[in-house]
């Protein structure tokens, strides 16, 4: 099988389901930027990170592929096989590894700088990618049936990440250096 089908030169695409839809719409963007999350996670998970969190960051990766694969379903038509769901024990793996995380880590007083160190700093792209990915998840539900536990566990995962940020900073040793606003 060829990867190229030619059948998207014309600025089409396909939904799971079969519904031809523009490459600009707003459920391609939105399961496109789940997509480019996907691809920073394993950016992040090849950097240096200690065993749970590689572990981690591949449950998440499975996770963004449920997600993904939701989205880009078209939700007036049944797919053909049975796709994965996203489940409230997904949400609750986050808060319970932001937990471990936080117990190690000193309060936070300022907002803080990304950067720091290469793992640092892929950490803070995937937050904001992961917000945007929110961000595109919402648009979508405004027009569009999406999966209830999407926009929880987008918005967990952004905080997941700036705790990784911090967690990963301390782990190597790399400062972090508060914002001082001019005055």
Same mark, same amino acid.
């Given at each position: 099988m060829k990867i190229y089908t030619k059948s998207g030169d014309k600025g089409q695409t396909s939904l799971?389901?079969?519904?031809?839809?523009?490459?600009?719409? /707003?459920?391609?963007?939105?399961?496109? +930027?789940?997509? @480019?999350?996907?691809?920073?996670?394993?950016?992040?998970?090849? !950097?240096? /990170?200690?065993?749970?969190?590689?572990? +981690?960051?591949? @449950?998440?990766?499975?996770?963004?592929?449920?997600?993904?694969? !939701?989205?880009?379903?078209d939700p007036n038509e049944s797919p053909e096989t049975k796709l994965p769901d996203l489940k409230e024990s997904d949400i609750t793996f986050l808060e319970k590894e932001m937990d471990f995380m936080d117990e190690q880590l000193p309060p936070m007083k300022n907002f803080i700088l990304p950067g720091g160190h290469n793992t640092v700093s892929t950490s803070h792209i995937c937050r904001t990618v992961c917000r945007r990915v929110e961000r595109r998840v919402i648009s979508l539900s405004e027009h569009e049936f999406t999966p209830p536990l999407v926009q929880p566990y987008v918005n967990r995962l952004s905080d997941y990440f700036f705790v990784l940020s911090r967690y990963t900073a301390k782990q190597l040793n790399a400062n972090e250096i508060a914002w001082k606003p001019r005055k």
């Open positions: 799971i389901g079969g519904t031809r839809v523009t490459k600009d719409h /707003v459920r391609i963007e939105a399961y496109g +930027t789940v997509d @480019e999350l996907n691809s920073w996670v394993g950016m992040l998970r090849d !950097s240096e /990170v200690d065993e749970r969190t590689h572990q +981690t960051l591949l @449950e998440i990766q499975d996770r963004l592929f449920t997600i993904g694969s !939701s989205l880009a379903t």
